[in-house]
């Protein structure tokens, strides 16, 4: 059995406090700076494992982990930066060419079969832990009122795998005209049915039920299942359909209607692309991994990528700066925020940005802008009994360790999902309805650090019968930047996601909320007596409850990211002047040199990212090998 142990209130981390001030002064984890396995940062002992690399499906020696870490990596012909969804993919697909030679660089640590990642419902652990970048916006101006600073916390995957490892596990496609509308603004190649097959090439479908050889992939190394949820689920389910949608397959032929979540989570483990696609190709002799690798830029000569600069084992007084060459390509998968940084680090970003700070400019091109990401609200939905997730037991400790069962195999609760158009002329779904079966507690808060105290304490919860019910706009119009804050590469990057800033983005969660009203005062969640909970925010008392001021006054209090950015990268046309990289992901003046990660999306797909993510890398991984032949 695995025995964790998490404190009760998080005292001994001060990056769990409601949160860091807003220099970060006193927050030891908010730089880059902090060492490859977390050690400096007191965040990193929330939790204490008895097995360092292990979990119910691999050896309990570790033995088969991919852990290769050198201390000077030979020079590759491909040099991948970041070893989360999109590089651990790319590594593996490249390296399946025995003659190409791939070195792997990521920047935290290798922890392949860790308890507290393999395990569904610990998603809340990974944050502001030793796994997460632990990234935080700038203050908001239109949003974030019930933060502490107004400040929005971004976790990221800093661990092979990436936010594979620390994500929701949602498997979601999108709809088909989000990938077509990136084909007709210039992504050539990248249509709805330009990417289906590389989405079915990434997945194996284990429910026969949704195994239709038109839409859906077997042979894949993502294990796709859906997992049955508790009573709730199914009335959420039935529920929705009482509107009018349908129960079907959200990433088949149609996306519109309502499901059972649909989840990369295999014999009660999560599946991450590290366990998927790096673990099986880790042993290849043409294949260096080497974890603990912070990079600082990318060299460029004449023009040309020509070698990488980086710390091993994290920016520490013990720490080498090394340098490796590279004879093909250097592929950036740091994400939307750490791909966009490296970028300008090196000297590829707007011109006047690098000239304040003193960087020499090499290629002026729009990096950095064009940030998007997905906003949540949260309802909190009493009924008048138990109807979620149990408290974890010992029993279910025992249930977990021995089937896979249980709710520690549930993905953060999260286990019924719709997608539905609120408006009639729409043409696919604008929103994301998600059930979450947990108890409404302030044990939930922790999916939302940050909440300011007189919020959090105006709360008079319990532990009271109930879920959460989310409701997801999916397509903002708000547009963010990332910056750099100085040219010191151990400094984090400024992210100033500017949610809210649009007036459609606010309409658009309203809509969400009120549809997901019908769905509570539907027949099925009215037998379970389900009630919006009426405990008001305070700074919008002097509304009247549920009318649209007073939502709005809480939208822009309580909204809350899904952990969705992208689109800080731009894939678009050569002649596009918004466009980072053209449709091959080659960064536009800079040979050698691709991003491969949802940074390079266009406009943000509707419905969870990293599946599209996955895609994103098995199309760049056949486009790189057809480049290079």
Known sequence: MYIWHIPADGADCPCTS?????????????????????????????????????????????????????????????????????????????????????????????????????????????????????????????????????????????????????????????????????????????????????????????????????YRGTQGPMKITQLRGYEIADAFIESVKSLGYKERDYNGEEQEGVSHTQSNIYRGERWSTARAYLWPAATRENLDIVTGALVHKILIERGRAVAVRFHKDGATATGKLQKVKVKREVILSAGAFGSPQLLMLSGIGPKDHLVSLDIPVISDLPVGNNLQDHLINFLLVNTNVSVGLPTVSLYHQLEYQTFGTGPLSSPGGNDGIAYVRTLPHLEQPDVQLTAVEVSLDKKFMKVMPGINTELLQSWRMSDKPGFLLLACFLQPKSRGTVRLRSSNPLDYPSIDPAYLSEDDDLEGILRAVRLAQQVINSEPLKKLGATIDPEPVPSCKDFPFDTDQYWKCVIRHLEATTHHPVGTCKMGATDDVTAVVDSRLRVKGVKGLRVVDASVMPTIISANTNAPTIMIAEKASDMIQQDNH
């Open 18 to 214: 409601r949160h860091s001030p807003a220099d970060g002064a006193d927050c030891p984890c908010t730089s880059r700076d902090s060492s490859a396995d977390g050690s400096g940062c007191p965040c990193a002992q929330q939790m204490e494992l008895v097995a360092p690399c292990t979990s119910r499906h691999s050896p309990t020696d570790g033995a088969d982990c991919p852990c290769t870490s050198r201390d000077s990596p030979a020079d590759g012909a491909d040099c991948l930066v970041g070893g989360g969804s999109a590089g651990c993919v790319l590594a593996a697909r490249l390296s399946e060419n025995g003659s190409r030679t791939v070195l792997l660089l990521e920047a935290g640590p290798n922890d392949v079969g860790q308890a507290v990642l393999d395990t569904p419902l610990r998603v809340p652990d990974t944050f502001l832990s030793r796994f997460d970048w632990m990234f935080y916006s700038e203050p908001q101006k239109f949003s974030a009122k019930g933060l502490e600073a107004q400040r929005v916390y971004l976790p990221r995957g800093r661990v092979l795998g990436g936010s594979s490892q620390i994500n929701y596990m949602q498997w979601s496609r999108g709809h088909r005209r989000d990938y077509d509308r990136w084909a007709e603004s210039g992504a050539d190649g990248w249509s709805y049915r330009g990417v289906l097959p590389y989405f079915m090439k990434s997945e194996d479908t284990i429910p026969k039920h949704l195994a239709n050889k038109d």
